[in-house]
């Protein structure tokens, strides 16, 4: 059967309609096709090209986005900052600048950075802040190598393994604090206040921990909730396995109990 619209030869589905036709009739009123948009010419003067938002061509509507002006460009120095020796530092302190604390006259302006810090004095040596209180800038920066360096023909995996073990070891307190707070959701201070209403000792048995480990006594271990996730308190090395080997069941506990009665 023909529809009643476009006469094609489909199976009508709504008042002598096909479904496409109905369709548009449903929606628009009508079952004539919507006329395709004409497409104008850019705002901006002198622009021949067409328009795909705010009433700017493509181009200009990226400067505006940028710059806030669609007569801005590319910067006249871009070449020479991309060139210079410093502009890969530069470029990864913009682009970390939540993760590192550097002044902002360093962030807005490259060759203010560049101007303050002068020359690298080796391929190998890297920026780093002489006071770790203060944010990177003019008076608070030194030029270091780094703890490892890569070797020669050493994958980046092998390299990274390597690095890790090394920062771990001489940066222990910073990463025991990342660790709390990745596993547990616990800050430093946290941590230490929950120590102190326990007089640093074990929850459990009300001993201080004992377990040494290349020479120095490990902290408390956070006992938590596997369910929930909630915090229950510090305890020893060997009372946290306990728990642990006995998988929190209280059952488990009061037959052990029962056990050592008999």
């Not at 009433?55 to 990226?62: A, I, L, Q, S, V």
């Not at 490892?148 to 920062?167: C, F, P, S």
Request: glycine share 10%; aromatic share 10%; charged share 30%.
């Amino acid at each position: 059967m023909s529809c009643g619209s476009c006469g094609e030869n489909k199976k009508i589905v709504a008042r002598g309609l096909c479904r496409a036709c109905y369709g548009r009739w449903y929606v628009k009123g009508t079952t004539d096709y919507a006329p395709k948009p004409v497409k104008k010419a850019c705002s901006v003067g002198g622009c021949k090209s067409l328009v795909v938002a705010k009433g700017m061509c493509d181009k200009h509507y990226r400067r505006v986005k940028l710059h806030g002006d669609p007569s801005i460009g590319h910067s006249p120095d871009r070449g020479k900052r991309s060139k210079h020796p410093l502009y890969g530092t530069w470029k990864h302190f913009r682009r970390f600048k939540g993760r590192y604390a550097v002044c902002d006259e360093w962030v807005d302006d490259f060759w203010t950075f560049v101007f303050d810090v002068g020359e690298r004095p080796g391929d190998k040596y890297r920026l780093y802040t002489a006071d770790e209180n203060k944010p990177l800038g003019p008076d608070n920066y030194v030029w270091k190598r780094s703890l490892v360096e890569k070797v020669d023909g050493e994958d980046d995996l092998t390299y990274q393994a390597r690095a890790n073990k090394v920062y771990r070891k001489a940066r222990s307190e910073e990463f025991a604090g990342y660790d709390l707070k990745r596993h547990y959701g616990l800050t430093k201070e946290e941590y230490e206040a929950l120590l102190e209403t326990q007089d640093h000792k074990c929850g459990i048995c009300g001993a201080e921990e004992t377990l040494e480990i290349n020479g120095k006594t490990v902290r408390l271990s956070v006992d938590h909730c596997h369910e929930t996730g909630a915090i229950r308190g510090l305890l020893c090395s060997k009372c946290n396995q306990g728990l642990g080997c006995f998988k929190d069941s209280e059952d488990l506990l009061k037959k052990a109990i029962q056990y050592l009665k008999r």
